[in-house]
């Protein structure tokens, strides 16, 4: 197998997965690996996940793809479920969390031409946040890394500096049309906005009518123990993005509008070909279902306590560790040490973790996890600490 022909944009762990089953997957020689990435928080189901399976099998025997200048029986139904869970009004479909905050920023710069001069079109966006590779995302995501090689990028766009409201309230003003936050930074390193923060943000918003965007890409979908993450800060945003977990592994991501931002678009003024098509819809009801109706969102504060109790023992008990970071199943080991050094000889004894900013590693089981799966995987970690020196 020549893996010459796959582009150079990944520094890859070496080796080559062949298949999953729940928390497990296995490479071509057959090596067992327990995976806490879960594709960076997307197989919220784990792999295999038999409702996965069967609403691929079935819906593809149905439909799989029609024109979005028609409607289909699944997006309707993906959207009404989303809009039962939450406190919005209408749903925009699109492949993935990039296009999802393309569409959210899009839907900010029309709301700011409806609702200010020709100037009101200022972006505010986070130091450390990731909101994904595209152009306008990319614009908006506060990692110099990321952005350096690829300037110019999208004009109209400022950055701040997380949980510093003086900060915050001296760039807001009447050209801002929308400010983009992940409640919690998940690329970024594990970072939590404070409710005070986003409190704050929430009333800027309404004073200089703004709209005020969350990025639950990665923390949504029940991570942090509520199917959307803004529920666990008490601040509704006007716009949600949401894709990863969404589909369980399946590419869907999608944009959740209240009225105020809804109001904004006419058709004509976004649109995706592949965006909510009857096969990724029937995927992400299914995930759904699963993930509220089977009751699994609502075991992931007790997995999380369980976990959290745990690191904080090994914090404790081995000097590598700086802090125990995150919510929900959205957990960051803060490391005095190199993270890819610690995730590559986790990777060594069989479990997948990823690193997130500069100090940190993630661990992100799915969310049906078992209990023993947890231990060994943490029994990992400790093996792990006790041979890091410091
Ligand atoms: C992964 C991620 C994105 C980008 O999603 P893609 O599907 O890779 O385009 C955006 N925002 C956050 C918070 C993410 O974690």
Redesign the pocket.
Known sequence: MSKSNIMNTYGRFDVTFEKGLGSRVYDVNGKEYIDFVSG??TNCLGHSHPAIINAITEQSKRLIHISNNYWSTKNIALAEKLIQNSDHSSVFFS???????EGALKLARKYGKKHGNNDKNILLYMDN??????MG?LSVTGQDKYQKDFMPLMGGVKRIQLNDIEDLKNNFNDKVCGIII?PI???GGINTASAKYLKEVRSLCDSYDALLIF?????GMGRLGSLFAYKKFNVVPDVI?I??ALGGGF?I?AVVANERADSAVAPGDHGSTFGGNPLGCAVALAVLNELVDGGIVATVEKKSNYIMEKLHILKDKYKAIDEIKGMGLLIGISLKTSPKDFSNACFKKGLLAVTAGTNVVRLLPPLNVSKEDVDEALSIVEAVLSETTM
């Open positions: 960076v928080a492949n993935s969390g990039t296009e999802a905050v946040s990731f909101h994904g590779r595209s995302a992940e930074q998940g690329e990025d639950e890409i990665q923390c993005c894709a990863k590419p991501g």
